[in-house]
Every structure is written in C-alpha cells, then in structure tokens.
C-alpha cells in the first residue's frame, strides 16, 4: 500500500465508524502504540471532517499495553510507555481500538485488559489498518483498511510519515 491507498483506507474507516455508531458523539480512539497511536489522530481527524460535533483532540488517547502483554518472558525488557486517557474518561463511550496491523490477536486481548483497569465502555470496538491474518484468539477487527493474506514466515511493515518519514506498508520475507 502507498500513501493514496492509507489515505483512503482510513477515510473509509472513519465513515464506517460514524456509520456503525450512529454518529461519534460516544466515540473515543485509543491508539495503540507505536504505529496505532498517529493513526488514531488521523482517524479522529478525518471523523471530526465528517461530524463537525466530534472534537478530534479530546476524543483520542494512547494504550499502552505492555504490561499487559503475555509473552513479557520471551522477549527482550520494553520500555513502559505512556497510557493517555480523554479527559472525559471512557465510562460509558464506545472505544475504539486503532493498531497498524492485526495479527494473532494477542495485542488486542493484552489491550482489552488494559481497558478494564481505567474504565468500563458501553462498547470496544477494532480498527486496523491491516490484517494479516493467523488468528491465535477468537478476536476479529470491526474496522479494515486492507486485509493482506500473508505466510507466516513473511512479516507486514508499516511506515507511517510521522514516525518514518513515509506513508506505505510493505511485505517482507522473514528469517
């Protein structure tokens, strides 16, 4: 995918959200760190563009997720980072969960337990910007931009302008 096909991807996503919520009145983004974070800013962004009364800065926050995670053992020590919440709080709003590429599931059920321990959402919802596929929970996204059938030696990498420089997503051979 290049920069036009992101744009778009996400464009559709947020119509899709206003459309399944009725509106964004009840809506908050959690962007999922690294790549899910700017993401959720551009969702809010274009999702402001489409409902004027979605305030784009105070309806997005960060997940941190790391101590949440369960394979903590198995790879090297992470640094913690920052979990920022509305300051409307998510009690009672429908959460969105935005990551860059969705996998086996396990970063999202790590996220769902995060989100129990900083409030209760009518509803959480998922936006990924891809899915690869090779599900290792009963977990599925609500929101796609695009799905990627991928092997599970090949790796998806996404580079987004703010952290790389470049809007694109590639598909490598691994190790």
Known sequence: MGAA???R???????????RNDGAADV??????????????RLAARIADID???????ACGALDITMYRDDLFKNPTRTIGTTSVP??????AVVVLVDDVFHTGRTIRAALDAIRDIGRP???????????GHR?????????GKNIPTARSERVNVHLEELD?????LLTKGA
Not at 87 to 92: F, K, R, S, V, W
Not at 136 to 144: H, K, M, S, T
């Open 87 to 92: 300051d409307a709080g998510i009690d009672d």
């Open 165 to 169: 420089g470049e809007d694109a997503v």
């Open 52 to 58: 004027p009364g979605f305030d784009a800065e105070t």
């Open 9 to 19: 991807a996400l464009t559709r996503i947020a119509h899709e959200i206003v459309e």
């Open 5 to 7: 096909d992101i744009s």
């Open 28 to 41: 908050v983004l959690m962007g999922i760190p690294t790549r899910g974070l700017p993401l959720a800013h």
């Open 136 to 144: 290792e929970l009963p977990i599925r996204a609500d929101f796609v």
């Open 122 to 132: 009518r509803a959480v919802q998922l936006a990924a910007l891809v899915d690869r």
